[in-house]
């Protein structure tokens, strides 16, 4: 069984930087395509960013490309989301998600998730 804990999330002024990390533990990592998701008060939640197995495929949403990035470490089962250029609509609460073998940028696709890290980004 997969469990994925976030942190790195924080207040910060628009156009700084955060980096996201979420750490697995559980068996099986290197077959695990991993997503971050995010939803702000009041709004669905909406695909941001993922990887695949091996780190060779990447998906954004449009509204990130250009300033998010995310990658993988798979010695550290660890995923990170490096978020730059932060705008005042990036605040949500920011989740991380894991699914077997192929990448995906539909929550519905991904079976575990983390708990949450909050993003607040003031103008």
């Known amino acids: 069984q997969v469990q994925l804990v976030e942190s790195g999330g924080g207040l910060v002024q628009a156009g700084g930087s955060l980096r996201l990390s979420c750490a697995a533990s559980g068996s099986s990592f290197s077959n695990l395509s991993l997503g971050w998701f995010r939803q702000a008060p009041g709004k669905e939640r909406e695909f941001v960013a993922a990887?695949?197995?091996?780190?060779?495929?990447?998906l954004y949403a449009d509204s990130v490309k250009g300033r998010f990035t995310i990658s993988r470490d798979n010695a550290k089962n660890t995923v990170y989301l490096q978020m730059n250029s932060l705008k005042p609509e990036d605040t949500a609460v920011y989740y991380c998600?894991?699914?077997?073998?192929?990448?995906?940028?539909?929550?519905?696709?991904?079976?575990?998730w983390g708990q949450g890290t909050q993003v607040t980004v003031s103008s």
């Open positions: 990887v695949s197995r091996r780190g060779d495929e990447t």
């Open positions: 998600a894991a699914r077997f073998w192929v990448v995906s940028g539909t929550s519905a696709d991904y079976g575990t």
